[in-house]
């Protein structure tokens, strides 16, 4: 989990990004391949996995409902599961760290067992409102006590025979989703969930490939209850959260050409390759293929003069975790760029439009701050002056946004704490350096 000790980092990029990216396995499918492989029958075989901290609280919390989970030498995981409706009383409270998709998905799973469990997370985690889930799976029969105003430490207590409900998503959140749809799978009959604005898919995909009754029809997702789940082989593709970091470094370092291979390019994540095509990055896809169920292909990004647009406001939840990063890319564009209809960003690890808003300023960005995005006046190319410290608040993507801001800096833009970005992409620095920018360790 994230250390006490803030390490403070600062990321120069002194010559051309160039080289080959591997990035770590999608976060978003590394949770749910270990979720419904411990709810499934027989022995899940998972390649890929990403091993970050969040990724590992779900393994963690996974073992402690009864799931047996290891880790060969070669990296295969295998999760063998207790079946649906077989999770068992955990010993303790379940530590979530820092992830919110574990705790809300988790809280969904537990909703429809008659077990109780006690969520408990960092600092940041412990910030975030979870009401969301509390609410719909109230409606199914489980109950809550939550810390002031619905959030960490949480006990859930589940009940078993759960309500099926139909729950129309009164904002777009593929966890709310997918929380709704795990508790549905212990419960008799029918669960729907209505989704006026498309969400990312993951979990709709791999429940069918578990064997889950799973319709989709106008935005009206169903699942049938009291499911037997089969186990599956799952090879987790790239992380396309993790791809974006890369594809707007080497999109604003003159002269960088890199290629991130392995890329998960389901469309309901693919937002931002569609939003910095419109701004002008050279993003070429290389080996489309299919693996797993999801499209993947191999990304050469070159350097490029981008220019700033109006985000559509429609591809906001299929690029929902990549906002801070996009908010880079416009801030060395040219022109203004206005990227809304993000109000998601506010209940994150932390409030993603206000810390951003805030790092960029102090870095000599020109922004001018929505309740739900960013007015980004862009530098046209020109390198931000830097020389400051700014603060990440415990936040990964902040951390690595504003690390990919300091590749293009006239002085060190400091992070205050790269540390949170163990949660998400291990790797990260080491990539950095890989690719020819020079990280520094500060105040160590």
């Keep these: 989990m994230h250390t006490p000790h803030p390490a403070p980092l600062a990321i120069a990029a002194p010559v051309p990004l160039r080289g080959t990216v591997t990035v770590p396995g999608d976060k978003s499918i590394s949770h749910r391949s270990l979720m419904l492989g411990s ?51 955990p010993a303790g409270a379940l ?74 998503l009164p904002v777009a959140s593929a966890q709310v989703k997918s929380a709704v749809l795990l508790a549905g799978l212990n419960a008799p009959g029918i669960t729907r969930v209505i989704e006026r604005v498309p969400t990312r898919d993951h979990s709709e995909r791999m429940l069918r490939g578990f064997g889950a ?50 890329v998960g390019l389901n469309p309901t994540r693919a937002g931002l390759v569609t939003a910095l095509r ?64 993000a109000e998601e960003l506010r209940v994150k690890e932390s409030d993603r439009i206000a810390v951003m808003a805030a790092a960029l300023t102090a870095a000599g960005a020109a922004i001018t701050e929505h309740p739900d995005g960013l007015t980004i006046e862009g530098r046209g190319g020109d390198p931000l002056p830097g020389g400051v410290r700014i603060a990440s608040s415990l936040d990964h993507r902040i951390a690595m946004s504003m690390g990919v801001a300091s590749m293009r800096a006239t002085r060190p833009i400091e992070i205050d704490d790269a540390a949170p970005i163990a949660t998400s992409y291990p790797d990260f620095i080491a990539t950095a350096a890989a690719l020819g920018a020079e990280p520094t360790w500060l105040d160590r």
């Design 278 to 341: 419109l701004m002008g990055a050279d993003i070429t896809e290389q080996d489309a293929r299919t693996v797993g169920g999801e499209p993947v292909a191999d990304l050469r990004v070159r350097h490029a003069a981008l220019t700033g647009i109006e985000v559509p406001p429609e591809l906001a939840p299929s690029m929902i975790d990549e906002y801070p990063v996009l908010f880079v890319a416009a801030t060395f564009a040219a022109g203004r760029t206005v990227a809304r209809g």
């Design 95 to 168: 530590e979530m760290g820092n992830s919110g998709t574990s705790t809300r998905l988790l809280i969904g799973l537990v909703a429809s067992h008659p077990i109780t469990a006690t969520f408990t997370g960092d600092a940041s985690l412990s910030a975030r409102p979870m009401g969301r889930v509390i609410d719909p799976l109230s409606r199914m029969g489980a109950d809550f006590t939550a810390s002031p105003g619905g959030r960490l430490p949480l006990m859930v207590r589940g009940i078993c025979p759960a309500v099926p409900i139909t729950y129309e």
């Design 213 to 262: 009754e799973l319709t989709v029809e106008d935005g009206v997702i169903s699942i049938a209850g009291e499911a037997e789940l089969t186990a599956q082989d799952i090879v987790v593709p790239g992380d396309p959260s993790s791809a974006a970091f890369w594809m707007v470094a080497a999109s604003i370092v003159p002269g960088s050409d890199i290629v991130i291979r392995n």
């Design 39 to 89: 709810i499934a029958v027989g022995e899940t075989r998972i390649q890929g996995l990403l091993e970050g901290e969040d990724v590992l609280a779900t393994a963690t919390a996974m073992r402690a409902m009864g799931a047996t989970i290891e880790r060969d030498a070669d990296g295969l995981w295998r999760v063998n599961g207790v079946g649906v409706g077989g999770l068992l009383q």
